[in-house]
């Protein structure tokens, strides 16, 4: 059974720092990619950031520059850096691991931890 366990969110004051882990287990070593999104309320889920499986990584545009993603193959575990926080940085944090499985991908998901960044 896979599962993905973060940790690492709280309340942190505008241009403080968090660092966000996330730990998959139960997926062998078909992880394709690790990364994590983020939803505000109101708003839609956006992906902040990847790491793929070669090393290839991708942040979005909003968080360029503030936010580095990194992780452990052989340990199954990524990061989310993140620095220079705003408060529109708010949001649940998911992490998520795309594995391929068969002829197809399939995405798994944590369960989200809190980032709030008071002004």
């Known amino acids: 059974q896979v599962q993905l366990v973060e940790s690492g969110g709280g309340l942190v004051q505008a241009g403080g720092s968090l660092r966000l882990s996330c730990a998959a287990s139960?997926?062998?070593?078909?992880?394709?990619?690790m990364g994590w999104y983020r939803q505000a309320p109101g708003r839609q889920r956006e992906l902040v950031a990847t790491l793929t499986s070669n090393g290839n990584t991708n942040v979005a545009d909003s968080v360029k520059g503030r936010f580095t993603i990194s992780g452990d193959n052989a340990k199954n575990t990524v990061s989310l850096q993140m620095n220079s926080l705003k408060p529109e940085d708010t949001a649940v944090y998911y992490c998520y691991a795309r594995l391929l499985q068969g002829v197809g991908f399939n995405l798994y998901w944590g369960q989200g931890t809190q980032v709030t960044v008071s002004s």
């Open positions: 139960g997926v062998g070593f078909s992880i394709n990619a």
